[in-house]
């Protein structure tokens, strides 16, 4: 199996509890018994979704296919998993009911939020890593002053912070397993205009007192976390998790209407619904407004499986090309706030962070 080949064997997988047809072709598939389970792991693994295919596997009674070692072994990272979204759950709650005493209502983000809802049959299927929620203008500076009085503290060693972020920088609290990100946007640069706190609030839900986002916003923005913030649609790659997340939303909400309550992220939306549609196989609720810029995306997207190497160095360019725009932002925020210049300030004159440069680098001090 090619890397394509292992990719799209996962993405089906991930679908066999609720899709028929995949579930067969599956289960033909492992009979056949010529899958590189040592690919499949490395693969579903970088994509963060090592526990729901076993989840899908113990669901759709398939685990008696695969090597009884490798059952173990996922069973034992699953139960990990089930773990610590059990005590991210309960923390959850807790800054839920912290925030609420104080008058401010936060909206849960992205893995979290999805756990909230219980998208998942399993809690374990999901890899989630900090809890992120989005706040009003007026509460983000509230929440913040609110969580570090009540134990909460930097994760990272400088006190600065980038004021022109999307989120405040991660905090976390003694004996809770999750650090938090206080959201005040929830995309970088241009996009956040059109999707943002004060488009998702209308129609966000209040679920045993715990706001989240409609079903329709949660699907449009695992697509966006891949796509625009993690500059998927630029690399024109596919991220299993946000994938995954956008086909089990797609169970719950119209995927294809969703996708078009936007006007300019409408295209970045819909080119990663085709690509859903199709390393999922095709699968009904998945299915996209087909256009003629959508099916260059697909012939890009499906082109780079075939010279591997040559894709790399494709993406390696382009990371040097997104770098280097980053900085070019930072230069302008520079420029035209002063919040990003005392920023930059103090980020140039802290030696302390030069002196871990050098020590990183291997120079003796």
């Avoid at 329709?216 to 690399?235: E, R």
């Avoid at 998790?241 to 992220?265: G, H, I, M, P």
């Avoid at 080119?271 to 299915?287: G, P, Q, R, T």
């Avoid at 070019?328 to 980020?347: A, M, P």
């Amino acid at each position: 199996m090619n890397y394509k080949e292992t990719l799209f064997f996962i993405a089906k997988c991930l679908t066999i509890s609720l899709e028929d047809k995949n579930r067969q072709e599956i289960e033909k598939q492992l009979k056949s018994k010529t899958i590189n389970w040592e690919a499949v792991v490395k693969i579903s693994t970088s994509h963060y979704v090592f526990p729901a295919l076993y989840c899908n596997f113990k669901r759709a009674d398939f685990l008696k296919y695969l090597p009884a070692d490798l059952v173990d072994y996922m069973k034992h990272i699953t139960d990990l998993n089930r773990d610590r979204n059990t005590q991210i759950l309960q923390q959850a709650h807790e800054l839920n009911r912290l925030l609420l005493a104080n008058n401010i209502i936060p909206i849960f983000l992205k893995g979290t939020g999805n756990l909230l809802v219980g998208i998942y049959e399993d809690i374990a299927e999901r890899m989630v890593g900090d809890i992120d929620f989005i706040f009003s203008k007026e509460d983000y500076p509230k929440a913040i002053k609110v969580l570090r009085d009540n134990g909460y503290s930097d994760v990272g060693k400088y006190e600065y912070h980038y004021p022109a972020s999307i989120h405040y920088k991660s905090l976390k609290k003694e004996n809770n397993i999750a650090a938090v990100e206080i959201h005040k946007e929830l995309l970088v640069g241009k996009y956040s205009r059109e999707f943002n706190y004060n488009f998702v609030e209308k129609d966000s839900q209040i679920i045993k007192q715990i706001s989240v986002l409609s079903y329709a916003n949660k699907l449009n923005l695992s697509i966006m976390a891949n796509q625009i913030n993690d500059h998927g649609f630029f690399y024109k790659t596919m991220a299993l998790r946000n994938a995954y997340d956008v086909f089990l939303l797609s169970k719950k909400t119209n995927a294809k209407e969703a996708v078009n309550t936007l006007d300019k992220l409408s295209h970045p939306l819909g080119c990663f619904l085709a690509a859903c549609y199709e390393i999922f196989n095709k699968v009904h609720s998945l299915e996209y407004n087909e256009t003629t810029k959508i099916a260059v995306y697909l012939r890009v997207f499906n082109s780079q499986f075939i010279n591997r190497e040559k894709t790399k160095k494709q993406h390696n360019r382009l990371k040097i090309f997104l770098f280097l725009k980053y900085r070019l932002s930072i230069l302008i925020n520079v420029i035209l706030y002063k919040n990003c210049r005392v920023w930059l300030i103090k980020r140039l004159t802290d030696k302390n962070r030069y002196k871990e440069k050098l020590i990183n680098i291997g120079v003796k001090l």
